[in-house]
């Protein structure tokens, strides 16, 4: 029996990091040929679109996909990583034997994580349904959080994702991670990024289930620099919801974790600042951006 673990995080949230880490000390593989970052594969997003399920916008993201381009991006993904792959027919069985043979063809372990699928529900519910029809492998779901508002601030200072949007992302993502470990009990496993930041070992379980035993850390593989920037930003400026702040403290955050000054001049600094930032990031920056991938090319 083969295994496979999939990865449910929002965006900037330290899911590359942990990614990294586990395909470090064991043998779980990633898709080699995606063409998003860091092996990404946006899979169950793909599959929802192919399948014409609701969606939702994300922020500063092409999901969801329209139902025809859903069904070429999983066709090519498959093609791509299954030697002489072809699709069937039914679109249902394109789903769900198409992952079924990238876990045989990528075992002992297929490692996957796209912060794009635990914000949606219909994702999810395609995961769920996977993990009761595939008999020949095992699955383990990792919820990886981070303290909302150093997701927020990562989101802002690399893409000048708006604060409110990403914010309500977040709510939407651990409202859903909850459901889910209901649903799924202990197949769920939630971990703090925090946590895994200051202690290595709290991502021994995921370890464990690709059967590895996790050597002794005498300090910490996972930087914990980018912890709380936010604080120490004085041209950022973030006041979360009472549903945030009731949701985070359901995953043991304490407010005093989540709140920042509410001074006025550092609101006039981020106001003032992010009138310029966010078109430039919006519009000038992915065009440099293409600009730049044309000259390696070339």
């Known amino acids: 029996m083969g295994k496979c673990i999939i990865l449910l ?30 092996n990404e594969t946006l899979y169950w997003t793909k599959a929802a679109s192919l399948l014409g399920l609701d969606q939702h916008d994300m922020v500063d993201s092409e999901v969801p996909l329209s139902r025809d381009y859903g069904k070429s991006e999983l066709i090519k993904l498959l093609r791509d990583n299954l030697p002489g792959y072809t699709p069937p027919e039914d679109d249902k069985e394109l789903v769900h034997e198409g992952w079924s043979m990238l876990c045989k063809q990528y075992s002992p372990v297929l490692f996957e994580k796209s912060p ?9 519910d395609l995961i769920c349904e996977q993990i009761k029809r595939d008999r020949d492998n095992e699955y383990l779901i990792v919820g ?9 601030y ?23 991670l909850l459901e889910l470990k209901q649903k799924l009990g202990d197949q769920v496993l939630i971990l703090r990024y925090e946590d895994v930041a200051n202690d290595n070992n ?11 035993e996790l050597p002794e850390f005498s300090g910490s593989y996972i930087d914990t620099k980018s912890l709380h920037r936010w ?3 004085m041209s950022f400026s973030h006041s979360l919801s009472e549903n945030t ?30 009138f310029f930032r966010r078109p430039f990031y919006k519009y000038v920056k992915p065009y440099l951006t293409k600009a730049g991938l044309k000259r390696k090319r070339k």
């Not at 990886?144 to 927020?152: A, E, H, S, Y």
């Not at 709290?202 to 590895?212: H, L, M």
């Open 9 to 38: 995080s929002e965006k900037s949230s330290g899911s590359s990091i942990v990614q990294k880490f586990v395909t470090k000390y064991t043998d779980a593989k990633l898709l080699p040929n995606t063409r998003h970052y860091e």
């Open 116 to 124: 794009h699928h635990l914000c949606q529900r219909a994702a999810l």
């Open 231 to 233: 604080k120490f930003n």
């Open 245 to 274: 702040l009731a949701l985070a403290q359901l995953y043991n955050y304490s407010n005093s974790e989540m709140t920042i000054s509410k001074s006025l001049l550092r609101k006039t600094r981020f106001n003032l600042l992010n």
């Open 154 to 176: 990562s989101q802002y200072d690399r893409w000048c994702s708006p604060p409110a949007l990403v914010e309500s992302q977040w709510l939407k993502a651990y409202t859903n």
């Open 202 to 212: 709290k991502v021994k379980p995921v370890i464990e289930f690709c059967e590895v």
């Open 144 to 152: 990886l959080i981070r303290n909302p508002m150093d997701t927020i």
